[in-house]
């Protein structure tokens, strides 16, 4: 079955990085845009990054162009958002999300805390 696993969140100072990471399996990842989400405390969820299935087609919320760079390796399976120059805003918890025909699947999610 569809499984997607986030992992590289942690705790860092304002103005640091991350690189989150999220592996898939059960389905032809070379065959299906990804994206990641994030929810803040209290906040609902939204959408942060997208990339298509080749991940030549990227897109991003305003609020992280020129920090975050999403990317996807298929011969590993695997996602990922490189996060630079963080901030306190930026502290959520992370998702990478599929749509297959319409039916979403979601991972449990990586803790982001930035503070100093």
């Known amino acids: 079955q569809v499984q997607l696993v986030e992992s590289g969140g942690g705790l860092v100072q304002p103005g640091g990085s991350l690189r989150l990471s999220c592996a898939a399996s059960?389905?032809?990842?070379?065959?299906?845009?990804m994206s990641w989400y994030r929810q803040a405390p209290g906040k609902e969820r939204e959408l942060v990054a997208g990339i298509g299935n080749t991940g030549r087609v990227t897109s991003y919320v305003d609020s992280v162009k020129g920090r975050f760079t999403i990317s996807r390796d298929n011969a590993k399976n695997t996602m990922y958002l490189q996060m630079n120059s963080l901030k306190p805003e930026d502290t959520a918890v992370y998702y990478c999300?599929?749509?297959?025909?319409?039916?979403?699947?979601w991972g449990k999610g990586t803790l982001v805390t930035v503070s100093s």
């Open positions: 059960g389905f032809t990842f070379s065959s299906y845009a």
């Open positions: 999300r599929l749509n297959i025909g319409g039916r979403l699947y």
